[in-house]
Every structure is written in C-alpha cells, then in structure tokens.
C-alpha cells in the first residue's frame, strides 16, 4: 500500500519562502509521476504542479508558474515543492498525490493521496 506523508507547511508572510516536502513508501514510487494539488477554504480542489517519473518534465498551473518549482529525489522516495514569492491567494492545504494516468491536471487521474499540509501567507 502506497503512503504518502507531506511535510514543511507552515505560516509565511507575503514574498517568503516554504519548501513542502512528500515522501512516499510502500509503492514503486521511481516508476509514479508525482503531482501536487491545493484546496482554499469553500474552494474545489485545484491542481498545482506535476513531475513525470525521470522527472524532465514538469506542468505547473499559470498562477504559480515562475515562482513554484517541483521537483523529485527518486534515492529518496520525495517529491519537493519549493514555493517562492508567496501570495496570500496562496494560502491553502496542499497535498501531494500519486498520478495513475493522464491528465496530470485532473484529480480524478491520481489514486494515492497524502494527508495535507497547510500553507498559511499573510499579507
């Protein structure tokens, strides 16, 4: 059974920094593409980023593309999200996820979730 365990949410004020970190057991996780998603308070949940298996390739969303960059150590079963220039529209539980089929951009496509890790931005 594949667990998956974020970590490194946290309270960050408006232009900071956080890296979220994933890490995976139980699966073939070098064989997984990778993705992270986010859900605000009375909002659906949206996607965020994704990694392919080698990691050469990566998607982001519009809204954070140029400030986030994911990234994976496959030695270590992690998937990292680093986020810089945060916003307060930022602000969100994000959870990594374990894609079983295309679209990277569609929940419905991953089958493993972690728990969430929540992002606090203040302006």
């Known amino acids: 059974q594949v667990q998956l365990v974020e970590s490194g949410g946290g309270l960050v004020q408006a232009g900071g920094s956080l890296r979220l970190s994933c890490a995976a057991s139980?699966?073939?996780?070098?064989?997984?593409?990778m993705g992270w998603f986010r859900q605000a308070p009375g909002k659906e949940r949206e996607f965020v980023a994704a990694?392919?298996?080698?990691?050469?390739?990566?998607y982001y969303t519009d809204s954070v593309k140029g400030r986030f960059t994911i990234s994976r150590d496959n030695a270590k079963n992690t998937v990292y999200l680093q986020m810089n220039s945060l916003k307060s529209e930022d602000t969100a539980v994000y959870y990594c996820?374990?894609?079983?089929?295309?679209?990277?951009?569609?929940?419905?496509?991953?089958?493993?979730w972690g728990q969430g890790t929540q992002v606090t931005v203040s302006s």
């Open positions: 996820a374990r894609s079983r089929t295309l679209p990277f951009t569609d929940s419905r496509k991953y089958d493993y």
């Open positions: 990694i392919t298996v080698s990691g050469g390739t990566t």
């Open positions: 139980g699966g073939i996780f070098s064989m997984s593409a």
